[in-house]
């Protein structure tokens, strides 16, 4: 099947829209910013190339090859630590030159005591709360 112009397979697939972008490899991830454990990192991989490995075979396999090479790409890097170091400082200098010229707002990294306050969760709200949404600078190191 053709690629249609308003398809969006990064807002369509992944829940990322135009304004979060360009992408890096944290929001292409489905990650918090910075996250270093390799656990989480290796999980996000496995997620997503499982998510875009059932779209291949519905709609756009082409854009979804393009991806799944992104997600590749992403793991190689954000799984070696020096290679993440690298990009992470690259990153960070994206970000500071995007909040400096004012075009982005910049969220920062919670502290791990945080995020793990956050994941913990004793009873559902009553009404869904927005998701928190990020938008960095994609970087293909």
């Not at 369509?12 to 972008?21: A, E, F, M, V």
């Not at 890096?24 to 454990?37: A, G, I, M, V």
């Not at 854009?63 to 790409?73: E, F, G, N, P």
């Not at 690298?86 to 010229?101: E, I, N, V």
């Amino acid at each position: 099947m053709a690629t249609d112009a308003k398809f969006d397979p990064y807002y369509h697939w992944l829940g990322i829209p135009p304004k979060d972008r360009p992408l890096n490899y944290y929001r292409l991830l489905s990650l918090e910013l910075f996250e270093s454990d390799e656990a989480v990192i290796r999980a996000a991989v496995k997620r997503q190339r499982a998510y875009l490995q059932s779209m291949a075979e519905e709609d756009h396999p082409e854009v979804c090859a393009k991806i799944l090479a992104q997600i590749k790409s992403a793991g190689g890097v954000l799984l070696d630590p020096e290679k993440r170091a690298a990009y992470d400082t690259k990153l960070k200098a994206q970000l500071f030159d995007a909040q400096q010229s004012g075009s982005v707002a910049v969220p920062t990294p919670a502290p791990r005591s945080q995020q793990a306050a956050r994941a913990v969760v004793s009873k559902p709200p009553a009404k869904p709360a927005p998701a928190a949404e990020q938008g960095m600078a994609f970087s293909a190191a």
